[in-house]
């Protein structure tokens, strides 16, 4: 039931949800099934991510409530044409702000829940003013953690589709910074040309603030772009990725400028193979621990264990960091519709570092490689 702004009778509560065969449906049956896992009469979803991936609203305010029998979406008057118009899986209510607490003290005493689950992602404060609005219905509060989001690392092929998109977006950025690559330019001047250009070709923008670190500041993994002018010899770590429809891409390559040294050639040949080795390793059942091992024992076989110092990769969609973690930790297994990076990389302080970093989906058979642009060493004219 859909209450026009600022109405102030909006009692009772829808008790159906729409039933469509839209992906948001599946969703919130997945969720459904978790919260009867859970011993759960519902979960209030109040992280904006989830939000989205769970009925598709993507405003900055709004709160999902998904019980056993259906799903209801709160928002306010600025977000109800929106509402309308993206949310068809859930019952939308549209409250305004100054009355939430009574709506909400209302709709906790009508639905009676035993045990109401909430995000452990929520603020102390949204916490506080919860407690006061289940007091009425005696629900005991349940702290969640990663529900929604252990839902979220299993891509369907809709939105596969749209993280390849955001991928062939990166592809075309990389070329575009590797076109403007020559001795002289800043590492500002690139990173903002790289920004301007996931908007050119066809992203939101881009999925993180790119990193270009070139010669000695590659060996910084997260590097803030500065003004040192590139020269000649120089390799230049760039890791980007687009936006595309709210779902991210992330891809790392190293160009050179000019003549390569023989240590530069070392350290990329040793990343390349042990990315190469963990990539033939994306596969349905491997151990997220593994495949890191895999690439982690390459590199420290030729002398380099010490200088990769993070994780193997992350699983990437509406953002650009979620599960599984491709690490040492990671009790994580591969399974289809995981969209993962591998991305080692060898830091040497001083002199010089190298990531080579691809998308990759968790096929049934061979893994995808999303990221298309080339790895072998491009080295540009100066
Ligand atoms: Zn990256
Ligand atoms: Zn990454």
């Known amino acids: 039931m859909t209450q026009p702004c600022g109405r102030t009778q909006p009692y009772p509560f829808p008790t159906e949800t729409p ?49 056993r029998s259906g799903a209801f979406f709160i928002t306010d008057g ?11 899986c859930a019952k939308i209510d549209i409250q305004p702000l100054a009355r939430t607490d009574e709506w909400y003290r209302e709709f906790f005493r009508q639905r009676g829940y035993d045990r109401l689950g909430f995000e452990g992602s929520m603020s102390v404060d949204a916490f506080e003013n919860l407690k006061g609005q289940v007091r009425p219905a005696r629900s005991k509060l349940a702290r969640t953690g990663g529900i929604v989001e252990q839902l979220r690392e299993i891509k369907d092929p809709g939105e596969i589709k749209i993280i390849a998109k955001a991928a062939k977006t990166a592809d075309r950025m990389m070329e575009a910074a590797c076109e403007h690559l020559k001795p002289g330019v800043t590492e500002l001047d690139l ?34 772009p500065g003004r040192r002018r590139l020269r000649a010899g120089d390799a230049v770590t760039i890791d980007l990725g687009a936006v595309v429809e709210g779902y991210c891409s992330d891809m790392t390559r190293n160009p050179v400028v000019g003549r390569v040294s023989r240590r530069f050639e ?14 033939k390793a994306v596969r349905p059942g491997t151990p997220c621990q593994e495949v890191d091992a895999i690439a982690r024992e390459i590199i420290a076989s030729r002398g380099f264990g010490d200088f990769f110092n993070h994780g193997l990769g992350h699983g990437v969609g509406l953002q650009i960091h979620e599960g599984p973690r491709l690490n040492k930790t990671s009790t994580a297994v591969l399974k289809p519709g995981h969209v993962v ?22 096929t049934e058979g061979k893994p995808r490689i999303l990221s298309r642009a080339t790895k072998s060493l491009t080295i540009l004219p100066t």
């Open 341 to 362: 990076t591998v991305e080692p990389g060898i830091y040497i302080p001083g002199v010089a570092g190298v990531r080579i970093e691809d998308l990759v989906v968790v």
């Open 191 to 224: 990173s903002r040309l790289i920004r301007r250009s996931s908007e050119e070709f066809g992203g939101e923008g881009e999925s993180f603030a790119n990193i270009v670190a070139g010669g000695p500041n590659g060996s910084r993994p997260h590097h803030h």
């Open 266 to 279: 070392e350290i990329y040949a040793v990343c390349l193979e042990a990315q190469e080795a963990a990539l």
């Open 78 to 88: 600025r977000y109800a044409e929106v509402a309308e118009h993206l949310v068809t």
């Open 19 to 67: 039933v469509t065969n839209h992906p948001h449906a599946e969703r919130l049956k997945a969720l459904q099934a978790a919260l009867a896992s859970q011993q759960l009469d519902a979960l209030l979803v109040t992280n904006l991510t989830n939000i989205r991936y769970l009925c598709g609203f993507d405003g900055s305010y709004g709160v999902l409530i998904v019980d």
